[in-house]
T-cell receptor
């Protein structure tokens, strides 16, 4: 089955502290993984992706994600959180169930709250 | 600027009415998608289209209809058969088959409320 799981509905972090938003996946074949961010009443914005290569991927706004094949995880990280990072974060994986592979499956989202 | 435009931003529907949500893109993307977002449920795929004059049902297509007469446009109609239409609707597009490299570009969404 193709799926992506975000085990935490909410993550609370103090400003300046490191943050981690967790994501695990289940796909057939090589995973193509994405992170998106959503601010209130807005569409999703692309943060970063993993296709192949270096397991540590750097993206927008100082975020990075680490691909771990043995643990089937793709956790989102940032060394020092900002209040402006508060938003809803979605992990996603390319759906390989159809030959076109043109669809992406999204996790349920994790709300990140950064307190001053 | 290239992007996806969804309109209207807010839409109110009376019981038994059909309403149409607009989605237009000028990115020259081949594929377009409609998602529904409910609190705590993430994004669920309603319909998608990979080329003009062709579209496929997603996971929750019942009560919805779409058309793809032009590459730039992918309107979604929420019919009276959709029993619980109150939600946030997101349109997205991607280059095809480039979705693997670039993911989706999203519109800013339409919030539909039944009154």
């Amino acid at each position: 089955a193709q799926s992506v799981a975000q085990p935490e509905d909410q993550v609370n972090v103090a400003e300046g502290n490191p943050l981690t938003v967790k994501c695990t996946y289940s796909v057939s074949g090589n995973p193509y993984l994405f992170w998106y961010v959503q601010y209130p009443n807005r569409g999703l914005q692309f943060l970063l992706k993993y296709i192949t290569g270096d397991n540590l991927v750097k993206g927008s706004y100082g975020f990075e994600a680490e691909f771990n094949k043995s643990q089937t995880s793709f956790h989102l990280k940032k060394p020092s959180a900002l209040v402006s990072d508060s938003a809803l974060y979605f992990c996603a994986v390319r759906d390989m169930r159809d030959s076109s592979a043109s669809k992406i499956i999204f996790g349920s989202g994790t709300r990140l709250s950064i307190r001053p | 600027d290239g992007g996806i435009t969804q309109s209207p931003k807010y839409l109110f529907r009376k019981e038994g009415q059909n309403v149409t949500l607009s989605c237009e893109q000028n990115l020259n993307h081949d594929a377009m998608y409609w998602y529904r977002q409910d609190p705590g449920q993430g994004l669920r795929l309603i319909y998608y289209s990979q080329i003009v004059n062709d579209f496929q049902k997603g996971d929750i297509a019942e009560g919805y209809s779409v058309s793809r007469e032009k590459k730039e446009s992918f309107p979604l109609t929420v019919t009276s058969a959709q029993k619980n239409p109150t939600a946030f609707y997101l349109c997205a597009s991607s280059s095809y088959p480039g979705v693997s490299n670039y993911g989706y570009t999203f519109g800013s969404g339409t919030r539909l409320t039944v009154v």
